[in-house]
């Protein structure tokens, strides 16, 4: 069964900087678009970034110019690089694979909390 295995996260403050990582089976990664969603509490999971497998690469709004998505395709891993976090980035952070790019298949990860304290 296809799984996706999430690391990084953590606690900081204000300003401060985390990078998050997820790591798909080579079958996946190497056909899916990657990347991750958030969800603070008692709020919906909302997008946060993607990167396909053809490097076209999406962010939210108020990430952009913070936020920096990569792949490592040697290691089937996408990482997530996040600066200058603000408090509101509190959240659950999901690592998602779409393969071939289609929603119907969406795999997640099991979730890493990043907490920025003011």
């Known amino acids: 069964q296809a799984q996706l295995i999430e690391s990084g996260g953590g606690s900081v403050p204000a300003g401060g900087s985390l990078r998050l990582s997820c790591t798909a089976s080579?079958?996946?990664?190497?056909?899916?678009?990657m990347g991750w969603f958030r969800q603070a509490p008692g709020k919906e999971r909302e997008f946060v970034a993607s990167m396909s497998w053809t490097g076209v690469i999406h962010y939210r709004d108020d990430v952009s110019g913070r936020f920096t998505i990569s792949r490592d395709n040697d290691n089937n891993t996408v990482h997530l690089e996040m600066n200058s976090l603000k408090p509101e980035d509190t959240a659950v952070y999901y690592c998602m694979a779409d393969f071939l790019g289609s929603v119907a298949g969406r795999l997640w990860g099991q979730g890493t909390q990043v907490i920025v304290s003011s």
């Open positions: 080579r079958r996946t990664f190497g056909a899916s678009t």
